[in-house]
């Protein structure tokens, strides 16, 4: 029998009403779950209460507590600072600058020396020169790129003046965060003579202890290179807290005769480095009698000029030897008995016995003023082993007249307060 066809789409009542009673059932099912979940976590926060009834998850005293911890981290990040320098031993931060071709020559020296916690740079307008002070480990600096090209500057301290300008911002960076900034430069000619005051003036500015350290040029350098010598220190000595002047001329009172010409311009480099250095080393490397930047920068601030002697002894009588060859030392321009203000530094053997120490600084002692500052350091170099004591001596805080001093040379003084006391 073949059934209609009609009856193939017709539904049952009873199946329209049990899939209406199974989409309520989905409903109320649904809805029942979603309040039992809605209980439940309910119930859960309220399993979660503490002992004073407030939640973990948004509890007052826990979110203070992590607010005030962050703050705290935040404000440690903030402010803390390194006791120490990256890469120094020492907390004084000291850097070297030579400036021109003379102050590089000298920093070439200094680098050969393995001066250690000091920091070297080499500023210059000649881009070609500062290659061989890079190759030496020295930072370099080229100056006024757009007044000289990288060439130099010719001879001309304006020259030179206008390349610092033009970099001053650089040489702020560089200086940035020194203790004690030593400026180091042969005199008389461009760069040195018109960048060394502009690189002083910034050192100062940025709060260091600056210490000027210059060469005047050999007479047979002409009269110009002189005249243009005497005007950059007069100028420099505006800028700086001590200037140390070295007359290379003196150095002919000290080298042999027959010391080729090459020979002497490395032995007037080598003054600029051992004055470098009998600084730097009183207060990095601890000592015998140990000296800290605090102490150097009581005789050196507003010191004004200053004269540097150098002197070595070998025996029985070394230090005695060393501490009078010292104040003696023909590139003293005059005598040590006017200083208020002394630096000092003894440098012996591991057989350096304290009686050769008493000794030497009594003859220091002796010879200076009454009242003078004197700073005193002793270092034991185990590298040392012949006997040899050798002795550098700073003097400061001399009399200075209407004139001042020229060059080293101590003019007429008024009274026993020196000048740089006076103006306080």
Request: with cysteine; net charge negative.
């Amino acid at each position: 029998t073949i059934l209609p066809t009609t009856m193939a789409f017709v539904v049952p009542k009873t199946s329209i009403m049990q899939q209406q009673a199974f989409t309520k059932l989905q409903m109320v099912t649904s809805s029942s779950s979603s309040s039992q979940n809605d209980n439940h976590h309910h119930h859960h926060q309220k399993g979660k209460r503490t002992f004073l009834g407030i939640r973990h998850e948004s509890g007052f005293v826990r979110k203070s507590l992590e607010q005030n911890q962050n703050q705290f981290i935040t404000s440690l990040e903030g402010t803390a600072q390194p006791l120490m320098p990256d890469g120094g031993l020492s907390p004084c931060v000291i850097k070297v600058l030579g400036v021109g071709g003379g102050g590089t020559n000298a920093v070439d020296r200094m680098l050969d020396s393995d001066i250690s916690s000091v920091e070297f740079w080499a500023i210059n307008t000649d881009a070609q020169a500062l290659g061989r002070s890079k190759a030496k480990g020295a930072n370099i600096l080229t100056i006024g790129a757009s007044v000289t090209r990288g060439l130099g500057a010719g001879g001309d301290p304006e020259v030179g003046r206008l390349a610092a300008e033009e970099s001053r911002e650089d040489i702020a960076a560089v200086v940035a965060g020194s203790d004690l900034c030593f400026v180091t430069s042969g005199m008389g000619g461009g760069t040195g003579s018109g960048a060394a005051p502009v690189v002083s003036e910034i050192a100062k500015e940025s709060g260091a202890l600056t210490v000027a350290i210059v060469t005047k040029p050999f007479a047979f350098e002409g009269r110009r290179r002189m005249r243009q010598a005497k005007e950059a220190i007069d100028r420099l000595r505006k800028h700086v807290d001590t200037v140390i002047v070295v007359s290379n001329n003196k150095l002919l009172d000290i080298i042999p005769e027959n010391t080729p010409l090459e020979a002497s311009f490395r032995v007037a480099d080598d003054i600029l480095r051992q004055g470098v250095v009998g600084i730097s080393e009183i207060i990095v490397r601890p000592g015998l009698i140990n000296v800290d930047f605090a102490d150097v920068r009581s005789v050196m601030q507003d010191a004004g000029t200053a004269l540097m002697g150098i002197g070595a002894g070998v025996g029985k009588t070394s230090a005695e030897d060393a501490a009078i060859a010292a104040i003696s030392s023909p590139l003293l321009d005059a005598p040590v008995e006017q200083a208020t203000g002394v630096v000092f530094n003894i440098i012996g053997g591991a057989d350096l016995s304290l009686q050769e120490v008493d000794r030497a600084a009594r003859v220091i002692y002796d010879n200076v003023h009454e009242d003078a500052n004197v700073i005193f350091g002793a270092l034991v170099d185990d590298e040392i082993n012949d006997g040899t004591v050798s002795i550098t001596v700073l003097a400061t805080g001399f009399n200075e007249g209407q004139n001042g001093i020229d060059g080293g040379v101590v003019s007429g003084g008024i009274g026993d307060v020196p000048d740089f006391l006076g103006r306080r």
